[in-house]
């Protein structure tokens, strides 16, 4: 089913009305939609090299608007957030999480993970709703989920444009293990810059 959806994803870049079908699959990835934008954003890059900013402006905008549809279904649908937490089976890390905030701990783990989520091929989704559940600060939420998805749709955008077939082809082979490294560098650097200056 995952493999027919992805295929049908894959299609609608080609599209007369790309633009608006890679807005609709940025906002609903966000919060529910198991297929990330990136399916979309580097054939269309190829596509139209000279749109690529365009294209990545589009995916995070409307990526960052569907992680607040995710918050809100986390804050007052508690029970169909659990339905999206449940099928990625992440339900016990929820539990654990809302117990150690609530004990005034892991509020920056937290912010670590939020923005690996968005950066990342972790579920988007699971972590938007659970921020929802959590309670955790709406500004803040929207500030990492522009930030973190900006910043990967950026590289993915700008690297099919630079390199086209070559980049395409390294998005479906090694793009997730080499995202996940320059997420986790990323978050390294950051907390060591906040312990230097504390």
Same mark, same amino acid.
């Given at each position: 089913?995952?493999?027919?959806?992805?295929?049908?994803? +894959?299609?609608?870049?080609?599209?007369?009305?790309?633009?608006?079908?890679? =807005?609709?699959?940025?906002?609903?990835?966000?919060?529910?939609?198991?297929?990330?934008?990136?399916?979309?954003?580097?054939?269309?890059?190829?596509?139209?090299?000279?749109?690529? +900013?365009?294209?990545?402006?589009? =995916?995070? +905008?409307?990526?960052? *608007?569907?992680?607040?549809?995710? @918050?809100?279904?986390?804050?007052?649908?508690?029970?169909?957030?659990?339905?999206?937490?449940?099928?990625?089976? @992440?339900?016990?890390?929820?539990?654990?999480?809302?117990?150690?905030?609530?004990?005034?701990?892991? *509020?920056?783990?937290?912010?670590?993970?939020?923005?690996?989520?968005?950066?990342?091929? *972790?579920?988007?989704?699971?972590?938007?709703?659970?921020?929802?559940?959590?309670?955790?600060?709406?500004?803040?939420?929207?500030?990492?989920?522009?930030?973190? !998805?900006?910043? !990967?749709?950026?590289?993915?955008?700008?690297?099919? @444009?630079?390199?086209?077939?070559?980049?395409?082809?390294?998005?479906?082979?090694?793009?997730?293990?080499?995202?996940?490294?320059?997420?986790?560098?990323?978050?390294?650097?950051?907390?060591?810059? @906040?312990?230097?200056?504390?």
């Amino acid at each position: 089913m995952l493999n027919e959806l992805y295929q049908k994803t +894959l299609k609608l870049a080609a599209h007369k009305k790309s633009n608006t079908y890679l =807005a609709i699959l940025s906002f609903t990835e966000s919060s529910f939609f198991p297929i990330p934008p990136d399916v979309m954003i580097a054939p269309m890059v190829i596509a139209k090299k000279n749109d690529y +900013l365009k294209i990545f402006l589009i =995916a995070t +905008l409307f990526s960052s *608007l569907g992680g607040i549809l995710g @918050y809100f279904i986390g804050s007052y649908f508690f029970d169909l957030g659990m339905i999206v937490v449940e099928f990625y089976n @992440y339900e016990e890390k929820v539990i654990n999480l809302k117990n150690s905030l609530s004990e005034g701990s892991g *509020l920056y783990v937290w912010l670590a993970t939020l923005f690996l989520a968005g950066f990342t091929p *972790l579920p988007f989704k699971v972590f938007t709703i659970t921020s929802g559940m959590i309670g955790f600060n709406l500004p803040i939420f929207f500030i990492i989920c522009l930030f973190s !998805r900006g910043l !990967r749709f950026f590289i993915v955008s700008y690297l099919s @444009y630079k390199f086209g077939d070559i980049f395409s082809k390294f998005m479906k082979t090694d793009a997730a293990k080499w995202f996940t490294i320059l997420g986790i560098i990323i978050v390294l650097i950051f907390t060591l810059i @906040y312990f230097a200056i504390k």
